[in-house]
Each structure stands twice: as C-alpha cells, then as structure tokens.
C-alpha cells in the first residue's frame, strides 16, 4: 500500500511564498513520475506540475515561472516551491504517484492566498 502524505500548506498573502512537501512510503520512489494536482471549490481537479524518474518537468501555463517542482529520491520526497502567489492559486493541493496500473493519491493539503 502506497502512502502520500502532503505537508506546507497555510495561509499566505499574495505575492508571498511557500514549500510543499509529499513524502511516499515504499523503496522504489525514483521510478515513478509524482505529480501535484489542485482542485478549487466548484472546479475540477487539475494538474498543477509533474516530474520524471528522470527529472523531466511539466508545468501547467497558469503556474510557469512561478512553481517549481524537484524530488529527492534519497529522501521519497517530492516537493512544489510556490513564489508569487495569487488568490487563485488558493485550492487543495494534492500530491500523486503515478504507477501503471493506478495513480495514488495524498489526502490533500489546503493553501489560501489572501490578504
């Protein structure tokens, strides 16, 4: 059983920063592509950024430039720095593994942009 545990959310003003963290239970980690969806109140869940095994990233348009998506195999942790923060980054963030038969899913971390 897969385990995805989100942790860094809270409450920002806009503008400001913050780390999210998605550490994954399991010893084969670096083989898989993680991913950070987000999913507003009343909006469908979306894919925020994705990375490789090999470190390869996607980022969705609204957040170019401003998120960065990393991994530290050494660690199970995938990780989405967020700068320049919006109001309408504010969502559930939640981390995902994606294997071939199934994607897993965390339980979600809540981050709010307001002033």
């Known amino acids: 059983q897969v385990q995805l545990v989100e942790s860094g959310g809270g409450l920002v003003q806009p503008g400001g920063s913050l780390r999210l963290s998605c550490a994954a239970s399991?010893?084969?980690?670096?083989?898989?592509?993680m991913g950070w969806y987000r999913q507003a109140p009343g909006k469908q869940r979306e894919l925020v950024a994705s990375?490789?095994?090999?470190?390869?990233?996607n980022y969705a348009d609204s957040v170019k430039g401003r998120f960065t998506i990393s991994r530290d195999n050494a660690k199970n942790t995938v990780y989405l720095q967020m700068n320049s923060l919006k109001p309408e980054d504010t969502a559930v963030y939640y981390c995902?593994?994606?294997?071939?038969?199934?994607?897993?899913w965390g339980q979600g971390t809540q981050v709010t942009i307001s002033s």
């Open positions: 995902s593994q994606n294997r071939p038969l199934r994607t897993y």
């Open positions: 399991g010893n084969i980690f670096s083989v898989y592509t």
């Open positions: 990375i490789t095994s090999g470190g390869i990233t």
